[in-house]
């Protein structure tokens, strides 16, 4: 960062969501918005809170409860010279919309031979929130890396969730951006310099450490940096990778870690079977093969919908202790 | 003369088709080929009433649509025979895909109906750009059955989006007639749940389906919403080339359109200048076929490219 820079101030990572939408709508008059509840009521989460006031109706737009609507037009505009920001109020609701997502935001620039674009970002509040069950609770990032196309996002922090929306809403891929619905209220420094973007595809080095790389994305950062924290004490060091887009996927920063580490952890909310971290961890199994000094492993959900009990809802996806279980064992190896 | 302009175009369209039909039957075709027989006029009627920058999502019923939008028959053939020099280079979705961005033509989905939701979207962007642009979306009466529609008309209605939807109902939903799809005889009277209007029109009568598009146009146009019309025509063809139809009583395997939209127009243009017209759309559709046909297919290197930006 430039001495000019302003200093970083402390937000919420709702409000930074916020900022992102708000600078880029006033950098970019083609930059819209619209979803359910986005106006008038600032949106379920309050993401979108003011904007409609700010900017008007016509660029702050509340539909009907039509999913398929809402990706479906974000994408035909898209293609017609606007850029548009689509909220789905839970991330779930993607599946709803799977052919807008997954073929039409995805495939349309290909199967058109690439003479249009799609220049949008679906934002995609995700990830448990205590109660409220198997169909708004679910980490489906991964879907994302499984069509060719799409781009997506994950931030961790309040100033990433500012600086990789801002980067998103002005690539010009669609991207899927998942919002951690845990994480609106976490605070942290984000800096109010409306030029400063968080590049996509650049892993952030959480932690560094010599003995074990644990790679995490989302709610999960914040535990992976508690573990080693509570691992430093005892002599363990632990290097926190966040990779913060899994499309692009950064693996130079997880493979340089691992190949100085020879042990890798990687943990997400999502559920294990056939996650993204299955994906990452095939990666550094084929890159790091002869710097390992054991088996990359995964935590993840279990193979179990999400509870609506708060208290089961939490046996199910990686705690804090299992992770520091884990993380003793793998280095123990 | 409107109306031999509108000739040279169904006879344009009629050539191609035809030329298709033999060819495919002569040398087979890998991929799935469509028929638009006898649905020309309807299709060159509608798309003569929008401006060369008003955007169209076509259907899947021949290329008559973007033919009359003013794209080659040279790119559209190498489109259906999936060649580089296509407008989709060989990528695209299944059935013929083609692109022309200058000319408003934005492609369609390889699952149909998605038009409805991308086509409100482009609309939006018309709105906010006050571009005073138009969007039309064909459908058959088979894809008037998806959700996309009812959810997009009934955003659209709200925000008087610049839409012209055109039903091209040929009472046939692949193998299911219209009486056990739809509750109604007309599907335009869905238009009511929406507060716009729907309007009937004779689609074999390419000058009245011109009439009630750009009625419909005008009106999209001064911002007033958008509008359903409903084509009624005839399917020829099987669903796709080789589909025997044996589940259909009135089918006649053969080429002759009862209520030509071709002979119809015929009778408003001289018969030396439709005779001529017809010559010259023939020794095109001919000359596009055979340029197509000694075409190399896509270069092996482009199959990852154009994923991303």
Not at chain 2, 114 to 137: E, H, K, M, N, P
Not at chain 2, 253 to 263: S, T
Request: glycine residues 12%; negative net charge.
């Amino acid at each position: 960062m430039s001495s000019a820079a302003p200093a970083p101030t402390e937000l919420g990572y709702g409000r930074a969501l916020n900022a992102a939408l708000a600078e880029e709508m006033e950098r970019d008059e083609r930059v819209w918005m619209l979803g359910q509840d986005v106006g008038r009521m600032g949106g379920v989460f309050g993401v979108t809170r003011g904007l409609h006031e700010r900017f008007g109706a016509a660029r702050v737009r509340d539909t009907t409860l039509n999913e398929t609507f809402i990706v479906g037009a974000a994408v035909g505009a898209a293609l017609s010279g606007t850029i548009p920001v689509a909220e789905l109020q839970f991330a779930d609701f993607a599946l709803i919309a799977g052919d807008e997502v997954f073929h039409k935001m995805a495939k349309w620039r290909y199967m058109h031979g690439a003479r249009l674009s799609v220049p949008m970002v679906l934002r995609l509040p995700s990830g448990v929130l205590g109660g409220v069950g198997a169909e708004h609770s679910q980490s489906l990032e991964v879907l994302g890396m499984h069509f060719p196309g799409l781009k997506v996002a994950l931030p961790a922090t309040p100033a990433d969730a500012k600086g990789l929306l801002k980067t998103a809403i002005r690539d010009p891929n669609p991207v899927l951006f998942f919002e951690h619905k845990g994480l609106y209220r976490s605070k942290g420094p984000v800096s109010d310099d409306p030029e400063l973007l968080v590049p996509f595809g650049e892993a952030a080095m959480r932690r560094e450490g010599a003995d074990l790389t644990l790679v995490a994305t989302g709610l999960m950062v914040g535990r992976a940096l508690a573990v080693a924290e509570t691992l430093a004490a005892d002599g363990i060091g632990v290097e926190v990778i966040d990779p913060r887009t899994l499309v692009p996927l950064d693996m130079e920063t997880i493979v340089a870690s691992v190949e100085k580490t020879g042990r890798a952890l990687v943990v997400h909310e999502a559920v294990r079977t056939a996650g993204a971290g299955a994906e990452i961890a095939a990666r550094i199994g084929e890159s790091c093969f002869f710097s390992l000094e054991a088996p990359v492993w995964r935590l993840g959900a279990l193979d179990t919908s999400i509870p609506q009990s708060a208290e089961l809802e939490q046996l199910v996806i990686p705690s804090a202790a299992e992770i520091e279980a884990a993380a003793r064992e793998l280095v123990a190896l | 003369m409107e109306e031999l302009d509108l000739y040279r175009e169904v006879t344009r369209i009629r050539a191609l088709e035809l030329l298709i039909h033999h060819h495919i039957e002569e040398h087979g075709f890998d991929g799935f080929w469509h028929p638009g027989l006898g649905q020309e006029g309807l299709q060159a009627g509608a798309v003569s009433a929008l401006r060369e920058d008003d955007y169209l999502f076509y259907a899947h019923r021949g290329l008559g649509y973007a033919l009359a939008k003013g794209m080659s028959p040279v790119t559209l053939l190498a489109d259906l025979f999936g060649k580089a020099a296509g407008s989709v280079g060989g990528k695209g979705g299944g059935t013929v895909h083609f692109v022309d961005p200058e000319r408003g033509v934005l492609g369609q989905g390889g699952t149909v109906g998605s038009s409805f939701v991308l086509g409100a979207g482009v609309g939006i962007s018309s709105q906010l750009l006050g571009d005073d642009r138009v969007t039309a979306i064909f459908f058959g009466d088979g894809t008037a059955a998806r959700g996309t529609f009812h959810e997009a008309a009934l955003t659209a209605s709200v925000w008087k989006l610049p839409l012209v939807w055109i039903c091209e109902n040929n009472g046939w939903a692949i193998s299911v007639p219209i009486a056990e799809q739809s509750p109604t005889a007309d599907i335009a009277e869905r238009a009511a749940a929406y507060g716009v209007p729907g309007v009937v029109v004779d689609g074999q009568d390419p000058v009245a389906v011109r009439e009630a598009t750009a009625e419909a146009v005008a009106r999209a146009r001064a911002g007033e919403g958008p509008t359903l019309i409903e084509a009624k025509t005839l399917r020829i063809r099987g669903h796709f080339e080789g589909d025997k139809q044996a589940y259909r009583e009135d089918v006649v395997d053969g080429l002759e359109v009862p209520r030509d939209p071709l002979a119809i127009l015929r009778e408003t243009v001289p018969a030396e200048q439709a005779d001529r017209l017809d010559a010259e759309a023939r020794a095109e559709a001919r000359a596009a076929l055979d340029e197509v046909l000694a075409m190399p297919g896509p270069d092996p290197k482009v199959v990852t490219e154009g994923v991303w930006i």
